[in-house]
């Protein structure tokens, strides 16, 4: 198991997105329930984060339990994940590590889309998922 979730890793590519700039697509067909991967980044503390996190437009930090996850510098990975309101994928954490798993069979060249969930945007950045069900702010 532990193999494929590293190919289908392996497979994403990251592309011009229908939602907002860039996005990460699936390379290859994914199951659901299936684990896609991991999320990348500079291991940093959570005051860090946030001072960082405040007044970006983008960013690309998960918060753990006991740190956080900054992958602002990474060129690749689930850095690239752009939120729905009616996502493909959702993440799972520990306190090391945030994990994304398929929540329905993905195609090749789907976009995968992720919810943020709280954020450090603090429900002030407009949604542009376009979902039924969108909540209208991130």
């Known amino acids: 198991m532990k193999a494929e979730w590293r ?15 860039r996005g990460l697509f ?3 067909r994914i199951r659901s329930r299936a684990k896609i991967g991991e999320f990348e980044g500079e291991a940093i503390g959570l005051r860090e984060a946030r001072r ?3 007044g970006r437009a983008v960013i690309a930090i998960v918060e753990l339990e ?32 945030a994990e994304f798993y398929a929540r329905r069979a993905i195609a090749p060249g789907e976009e995968l889309t992720v919810d943020y969930g709280e954020s450090h945007h603090g429900g002030r950045l407009p949604c542009r998922c376009g ?3 969108c909540r209208g702010y991130i």
């Open 26 to 28: 699936a390379g290859t």
């Open 7 to 21: 190919r289908i890793y392996a497979a994403l590519r990251v592309g011009r997105s229908r939602l907002v700039g």
């Open 52 to 54: 960082r996190a405040k």
């Open 131 to 133: 979902a039924a069900t």
């Open 66 to 97: 006991r740190h956080a996850l900054d992958a602002t510098r990474w060129r690749h990975g689930f850095r690239f994940i752009n939120h729905s309101c009616d996502p493909n994928t959702f993440m799972r954490c520990t306190p090391e590590r």
